[in-house]
């Protein structure tokens, strides 16, 4: 990795690893009675480890010219690693916690392995260390391969990667310990977060270089949606973390914002978090494998255009549809309301698009499971948006608010959109990437899509009835005017679903697992006997185009 960098990278390098080092070192002096210290000595350890590895291979000979013709793809592999990394622990503590509800034992009498600790590990583990690497590795790959266009530099992906993954290694160890602002999707402190801000411009400037270096004049849909998720996201993250630490020795910080400004704020984020990160990065994947992986142009290429604009603009103001029957002035609920609603046609007309883009290959979609996996992402990603626009009116979401029907929405897009378009996306990936003809086994590329879907629809469906089962108990009077069940009659009612909801999660875990271990073995070269002398993968030379990817009309 390091011998790939030019004399000049290296020393800068050098420098970024010196600089957050001394960052480490005043947060470890400074908040040494204080869980923040214990951040500051993990980051002092790994930018001293990473100076030491810098200066070991500083005098390498530079990587030669030829480096320039071919596209640079080893940051994509970290980012894939990574990605099935933090998968892999999301998944466990997900089944955990939900075991937990079950069973509230589990949580071992231990401060840190509480529920509201282990919750944001789940949820940052799998929203931004799964999906957040999967969508920096395929963009990188998208970006080039739809430009034409080389990575401009070595350092700034490595930058990108690598300062990503430090910022989910300090939110993830920090939940355990107590470090948490309470903002959801935003629990992390001051310092993550402005870390956080410098890897995401560096982020947004990388892409814009390469878009710049183009030789291809148009730019292909696909890149405006992953635009359009760093870009929002950053926007997102600055305005609704803008805090006050108590001090430089202090993780702990207070929010700028108050009371329902404060509310409001935060699910303005909170609601464009899943637009532009559950959602826009996703569909500029799909935009990409999907019609590469199905050998078919886009059904309408016109249609992504318009669905693109309508999903930018509808969802920036359907937030406070997270605050119905709040302190939030009426008006303002019924804006969240009615955005919602027409968020369904820009949602549709890309889950539209992509399922329409299939026809004619069917026959792929039977024989192929990683097709088969974005084809299922479509389909999920179709019921969760009309579901979503359901349960935003005001009415409906007096039944659904408060109740696991809102969980059963949430894993409908996150099992069944969000990761199932990311396992399509990352087995069409991985082969190329190390260049191998196929996945080492596609056999268990099957194994791992029918884990999952059966998982993700023994969830949903458990999700689904515990929700509304609660929401009705709930507001069920009896002949005198009072509520006829107790809250703790509807907890013995959801039992049955949260021990079927464990099982669908451990299923759609041990798919994981199945999938990590496939991609090690793609990585390493392994063959199955059966591949024994088959024919081996012929590098593609050069910049290549790709020509399913041409707009249609
Ligand atoms: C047309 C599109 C969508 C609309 C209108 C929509 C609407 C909603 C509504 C009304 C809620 C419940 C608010 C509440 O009662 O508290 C919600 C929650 C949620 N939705 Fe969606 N949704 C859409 C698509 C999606 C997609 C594709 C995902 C992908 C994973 C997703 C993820 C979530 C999450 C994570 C929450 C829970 C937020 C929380 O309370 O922590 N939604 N959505
Ligand atoms: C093995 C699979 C999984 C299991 C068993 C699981 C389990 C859980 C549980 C028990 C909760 C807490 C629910 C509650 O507070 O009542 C939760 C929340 C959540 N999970 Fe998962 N999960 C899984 C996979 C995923 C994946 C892959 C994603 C995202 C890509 C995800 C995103 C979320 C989100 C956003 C929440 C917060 C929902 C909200 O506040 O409304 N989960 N999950």
Request: proline share 4%.
């Amino acid at each position: 990795m390091i011998g790939q960098l030019s004399r000049g990278e290296r020393q800068t390098a050098l420098l970024i690893l010196v600089a957050l080092a001394l960052c480490g070192l005043v947060f470890a002096i400074a908040g040494k009675d204080d869980p923040i210290g214990v951040h500051g000595a993990m980051i002092l350890v790994l930018s001293v480890i990473g100076v030491f590895a810098v200066i070991g291979h500083y005098y390498d000979p530079e990587p030669s010219e030829d480096r320039l013709g071919e596209y640079y793809d080893d940051p994509i592999r970290a980012g894939i690693g990574f990605s099935i990394f933090w998968l892999i622990i999301g998944l466990t503590v997900g089944d955990w916690i939900a075991w937990m509800l079950a069973y509230p034992n589990f949580t071992f009498d231990a401060a840190w392995s509480t529920f509201g600790r282990l919750r944001p590990v789940h949820t940052s583990c799998v929203i931004f260390g799964f999906g957040g690497n999967a969508l920096i590795a395929t963009s990188f790959h998208v970006m080039q391969r739809t430009s034409r266009a080389r990575l401009p530099d070595q350092l700034t992906p490595w930058f990108v990667v690598l300062g990503y993954n430090l910022f989910c290694f300090l939110a993830i160890t920090g939940y355990p310990m107590g470090i948490t602002k309470s903002k959801e999707y935003a629990e992390p402190e001051w310092y993550a977060d402005i870390w956080l801000v410098i890897v995401w411009v560096a982020y947004f400037i990388l892409y814009l270089r390469t878009l710049a270096r183009r030789r291809e004049s148009h730019i292909y849909v696909a890149n405006w949606y992953y635009m359009a998720f760093i870009l929002v996201m950053a926007m997102l993250h600055i305005v609704n973390n803008l805090a006050v630490p108590v001090s430089l020795g202090h993780a702990k910080s207070y929010v700028i914002w108050a009371g329902v400004q404060d509310a409001m704020t935060q699910w303005w984020y909170g609601h464009n978090a899943v637009a532009f990160f559950l959602t826009s990065g996703f569909l500029g994947m799909m935009y990409y494998y999907l019609p590469t992986r199905a050998k078919r142009p886009l059904y309408s290429y016109r249609m992504s255009i318009i669905s693109f604009w309508g999903i930018v603009f509808f969802y920036l103001w359907a937030g406070s549809h997270h605050l119905h029957y709040t302190a939030l002035p009426q008006w303002v609920q019924t804006l969240g309301m009615t955005f919602s609603v027409m968020l369904l046609v820009p949602s549709w007309a890309s889950a539209g698009n992509a399922l329409m883009t299939l026809n004619g290959a069917w026959d792929k979609v039977r024989d192929d499971a990683t097709l088969r996996f974005m084809f299922v992402a479509a389909v999920f990603y179709g019921i969760t948006t009309f579901e979503g626009s359901f349960i935003a009116i005001r009415p409906v979401n007096a039944l659904s608010h408060y109740t696991d029907w809102t969980i059963g929405h949430v894993h409908a897009g996150a099992l069944g959109w969000v990761a199932m378009i990311s396992f399509g996306a990352i087995y069409a990936l991985v082969p190329s990437l190390w260049k191998r003809k196929e996945m080492y086994s596609p056999g268990l590329v099957e194994a791992h899509f029918w884990l999952a879907l059966s998982g993700t629809t023994v969830y949903v469906i458990a999700m689904w009835n515990s929700g509304i089962i609660q929401g009705l108990m709930w507001r069920t009077y009896n002949e005198s005017g009072t509520l006829e069940y107790s809250f703790v009659d509807s907890l013995i009612a959801m039992h049955p679903y949260y021990i079927a909801r464990a099982i669908g999660g451990l299923l759609f875990l041990s798919g994981g697992i199945v999938g990590a271990y496939n991609i090690w073995m793609t990585a390493r070269g392994a063959r199955r006997p059966a591949q024994q002398g088959a024919a081996g993968y012929t590098p593609v030379v050069g910049l290549v185009d790709e020509p399913a990817l041409r707009p249609a009309e």
